[in-house]
């Protein structure tokens, strides 16, 4: 038994090593982008010479209509001002990313920093939400998403839109 | 029980089983952000968990994945393989049980098929570990 307790110990404090090393070496590698994550800085470049960017992280249809049912996020349309008035997901607000540079101070007075962002535009081929996020990051929003599938999807489904 | 098949044929789960999860991190370990993006789908860890478990993860499966392939320490690697499918199990029968539309991100972006084969996948990786622990466990010195 002693020998069982011992071999169990010994197990244990191997595995312990090996994430512990992991953990170290993961963290290492990783630390601009978990430094760019955790502080809200957009950009960084990468130890290789590769321009690496604090992005906003995608969210799937279930988990947009999950937050927007709980009304635990903030909907951002990064389309243009006439898309947005041919339809938009309910509740959201218009900021056009070719308006950002004028937009997001004026946003930034009125949402607090720690407010969950939900970004679309006009679904997985569209840039502009990513490109809008980055720079909601860089203001020093700290939770930025972006739905993938933008408008399309959200109205295939049948989920509420607003128009205006 | 010691038939030398037996031992020959858990070498060979052990050495593929290995040879799967350095895959599985060479894969991710470039695209941090794109698997923090796969991790941030299941809606579980708030907005910096999902990027430090990205950082971490793919160095663990690449640590656990050398053992497995050379042998050496097999036991505490297969024993963290098994306890992270048993996680990824966990995570991904949740995930479905919540209506989610996750994508494993288990070989890196978009390449993992629905969840349901990916459970099937983690499974069997479990029962590999299990194999190979068993066979470790024989080999410790009394």
Redesign the interface.
Known sequence: ML?KRA?IIR?CA??AV??A???A???G??HR??LN??SGRATATAPAGVQ????P???????VK?LFDKREAVMIDARDRNSFSGGHIKGAMAMPLSEAETLIPEFSGRVPKKAMLVIYCNGYACEDSVELGKKLISAGY????YFDGGLPAWRDAGYPLGKR | MNNPIVKHLVAIVRIVLGAIFLYAAVLKIPDTAAFAGSIAAFLVLPYFGNYLVAAVLPWLELFCGILLVTGWRARPAAMLIALLNLFFIVALAAAMARGLDVDCGCFGKGKNGPPLLAIGRDLLFLAMAMLVIWQESRRVPE
């Open positions: 020998v071999d197990l191997e595995m090996l994430v090393l992991a953990f070496v993961g963290v590698w990783n982008v978990l994550a955790w690496q960017v604090a992005i992280l995608p969210l799937g249809l279930m988990q999950e700290s939770s930025v998403y």
